[in-house]
């Protein structure tokens, strides 16, 4: 006979593992299973996010950030530092370590919220009077069963037609996080958040980085007001970037990668590069999941078709996270989990999808909530909008960091916030304020009358606020 439990959650990532910690809370018996594997072939939960996405890439961006700063900056405070070098097995090691704390953290609270943790992949078996058997194909093979299943099974990059990863000279999210060399010359296709942020990481430790993109516009998501400041910081950096491109032919050979396109003009160009890394979006991963096996739906691009609830077709199965529609963003994942296994405990889950905060981790940082300019004006929403500069905020002077600034939505007859915009220092921590002054509804003016810390940098928020009923007090 299978083991037995109440809730068995597929897939150990940002979604998988909250889900099954809450469920355990809420005192269900709870099985999770995870396939991922450390260098000793040990268990590595966490999924994508910890180990080749949110976690090591920030490690690397802050250990480049300190190189940058060291060779370029630290001058201007005074500081002077001969002989710096670069130790790269050092900081690739610094990552590796980092993801490792990470990994371990989550066997802890597994242990710690009594959850019984599967090393291995797992997939339907069959479904028989309301209990779902699952497989988990690990070390030893073994069916373990229960009622409610949720499904967190993340997302894999996504391939260029025609151009494999090999992780070696065509790198995914996967490899362009485990190279140990600094290459001379590094192309990125594609400028999303994932190609923007590894972009960032090898230009400041010494490669030359050309970017391209296929659409006419940078960060098209993003408020292009905000956009256009964070182009024009990246191109002063020294990031090469080509909007409009059209990529043909990739070849490979003993020198590199040689990628042929044409750019916005019309015009065919070659690009030679040592690297090159493919940063074209993500797909919902079922690989072996084995749907077919109970009828578990899914839509043309693959992703498991849930409601709004994260409900599938079949009674007791949820599907959370990047396997489901909506962003593919850990914290989604995260509040989802939460929700689901609180809708099974019979209470009422909830994930506010107007409030989700996005981040693009580079320097400067980009964050933003709610909806941009762009889209309130194709909605025919009449809105205000204040901006404020980091170049008048006191702290953003001291930190010798004066780049971007904060940009507030509020409707027109309301005044209630509908989306904030932050380029600039520090914006992953500044966007939290925005995101709970959203989720209460609150006004601009709710944000002009709150006493800001002096000096800090969220007073740009606050300045932004006041701007939008045009009295700035700094600027």
Not at 66 to 88: N, P, R, T
Not at 424 to 445: D, H, N, Q, T, Y
């Amino acid at each position: 006979m299978s083991k037995q439990f109440d809730v068995i959650v597929i897939g150990g990532g940002p979604g998988g593992y909250i889900a099954a910690i809450r469920a355990a809370q809420l005192g269900f018996n709870v099985a999770c299973i995870d396939e991922w594997k450390n260098a000793k072939g040990g268990p590595a939960l966490g999924g994508t996010c910890t180990n080749v996405g949110c976690i090591p890439s920030k490690a690397l961006l802050q250990s480049s950030e300190h190189y940058e700063q060291a060779g370029h900056h630290f001058a201007d405070h005074g500081i002077e530092v001969k002989g710096l070098s670069l130790d790269m097995a050092k900081m690739i090691g610094r990552k590796d370590t980092v993801v490792k704390q990470n990994n371990e953290g989550v066997l802890y609270l597994f242990k710690k919220n009594k959850v019984t943790f599967f090393h291995g992949r797992g997939s339907f078996v069959a479904s028989k009077d309301g209990v779902y058997d699952i497989r988990v194909a690990g070390t030893a093979e073994e069916v373990i069963s229960a009622k409610h299943i949720i499904v967190a099974t993340g997302s894999n990059a996504r391939t260029l037609a025609g151009t494999p990863f090999d992780e070696e000279t065509i790198l995914s999210n996967d490899g362009a996080l485990r190279m140990t060399d600094v290459p001379k010359k590094l192309g990125l296709i594609g400028s999303g958040v994932i190609g923007l942020e590894m972009g960032s990481v090898w230009r400041r430790l010494g490669a030359d980085v050309t970017v391209l993109e296929g659409l006419p516009t940078f960060l098209g998501a993003v408020d292009q007001q905000i956009a256009k400041e964070a182009h024009k910081a990246f191109t002063k950096q020294g990031l090469k970037i080509e909007l409009g491109v059209k990529v043909g032919e990739i070849k490979t050979g003993k020198k590199g990668v040689s990628v042929a396109y044409t750019n916005a003009k019309g015009e065919a160009l070659s690009l030679d590069v040592d690297k090159l890394i493919i940063s074209i979006g993500r797909v919902a991963n079922t690989i072996g999941l084995a749907p077919e096996a109970v009828g578990l739906k899914l839509d043309e691009r693959g992703a498991i078709v849930v409601d709004g609830d994260c409900k599938t077709n079949l009674p007791d199965v949820w599907a959370i996270g990047d396997v489901v529609r909506g962003p593919m963003l850990a914290h989604k994942a995260e509040e989802e989990g939460v929700a689901v296994a609180e809708r099974i405990a019979g209470q009422h889950g909830h994930v506010n999808f107007n409030t989700i905060p996005w981040v693009i981790y580079t320097n400067p940082e980009i964050a933003w909530v709610g909806q941009t300019e762009e889209q309130l004006k194709a909605a025919g929403r009449a809105y205000k909008a204040g901006t404020f500069p980091f170049l008048a905020n006191g702290r953003a002077r001291a930190l010798g960091d004066t780049t971007g600034m904060v940009k507030m939505l509020a409707d027109a007859a309301t005044d209630e916030i509908l989306g904030v915009h932050i380029v600039g220092p520090m914006a992953s921590e500044l966007i939290a304020e925005c995101v709970v002054a959203m989720e209460f509804r609150a006004s601009s003016e709710d944000i002009a009358r709150v006493c800001h810390a002096h000096p800090s940098l969220s007073e740009a928020t606050k300045e932004a606020a006041l701007a939008v009923d045009k009295r700035t007090l700094n600027f």
